[in-house]
């Protein structure tokens, strides 16, 4: 993407196949580079893009609302840029070339409120349990303040969430998920948002819980 | 000999020496001649893949017009479709390749997709597939996504389709012509929004017989 100097009128970047820049005082152009091959440590940052990638791209309607309000180092980014910047590298564990997630690493949404208190979840047959201090004290937070609940199943990479539960004063709230036929990995988080939108929480883990298929 | 359907104005059509004019997609393009066929011996791995997923995806290239329907997307729905499958839905040794039906996809989106798909053969040759919505999904904006249900004969390398479900029915019964019976089917299913502009993911039903 080139940009255009507003003094001088030039093009500073890549349009097409040419590549604008300065050199020596003068904007030069030339035909951009083919790359031959990649160093380990630069087929890593791709393979890391790769890997959380298909994750946050599932959950793009959740963090949406969770990095709505959320400081952006650049103006121009979007929620999905500072969700980006927050996971990755943050998020990723291994050594190349076997990275994975870091499921307990990651953050969904990030703001002022005081994130939920003592969050428990329970699995029970296919509804997900989850439970919470209802700490209305806390500095930030509100009585009116809503749950948002997300379960995460990476064998399927399949997602679903909830962004305006129940009241912070309640302290529980249930997910109720599709049924499964074989077993399955949760990943579950917690947040808060707040009445009127302009906030959230930031995320919780709440751990990884298996559906086996006894249960049924 | 080349023809010029427009005058001097228009491309060409036909062969003209070194090259031949045609028109694809609304463009006027010219392509050289091809080359000389590959002996058998001197085929590549590549080439065998190709032939079996070809073979499989050209039956579908209908369903993957719309399950690919991308308006930006300069690429065919059908170059999409199979630059995904030969990564991911392949597996054996040169020559012999064959094709992971569980990893099959005809779309791809970011639309809701099926959940906890199963098919289960009834009586009177019908077969009957489900699926379900998540309590937590929005209702109003996907229930009338329509879904494709898509079957496929591997003996005798035909399709069939049914379209007459919305997501919000949770269910299709497809009474099975003889044709398809008495062999296995593979299922495959996905949605797509009433007006054609987002799909969910293809998910695999199972297979039957």
Known sequence: MAKLDGASGNFIGRIG????????????????????????????IQMRTAVISPFLKTLNDFIRIGFKNTPKEDPNWNFYNIAMSLNNPQAIKGTYPDLEINYEKIILSEGAIPS??????????????????????????????QVMLLAWFPETEKTVFLTSGARRTDGKERLKLPSFKDDTIIETYISFTADDRTDVSTSVYTGQLIWKKAHA | MAILNKGILGGFSGKAGPVTG??????????????????????????????????????????????????????????????????????????????????????KGSREPAWSVSAIPEDDNQIKVTWEIPETAKLNQIGNDQAIVLFYNKLKNRVMVSLTAKRIDLAVSISVPIAFQETTLEIWMFFVSPDGKSVSNTDYVGSIG
């Open chain 1, 17 to 44: 196949n040419m590549v604008y820049y300065l050199l020596n005082g003068k904007i030069v152009g030339r035909t951009i580079g083919k790359v031959e091959s990649y160093s380990d440590k630069q087929l890593e």
């Open chain 1, 116 to 145: 939920p208190k003592n969050p428990h979840v329970l699995l029970n047959g296919n509804i997900l349990e989850f439970t919470w201090d209802p700490d209305v004290d806390a500095k930030g937070a509100d009585n009116r303040d």
């Open chain 2, 22 to 107: 045609s028109r694809w997609r609304g463009l006027y393009i010219i392509k050289s001649r091809s080359k000389k066929k590959i002996k058998k011996k001197n085929l590549l791995p590549q080439n065998f893949k190709m032939r079996v997923m070809s073979k499989f995806l050209g039956k579908f290239t209908k369903w993957i017009r719309v399950g690919f329907y991308d308006k930006k997307n300069k690429q065919i729905p059908y170059n999409v479709a199979m630059k995904l499958n030969m990564r991911h839905a392949i597996f054996g040794e040169s020559p012999n390749y064959e094709i992971n039906y569980k990893k099959i996809i005809f779309s």
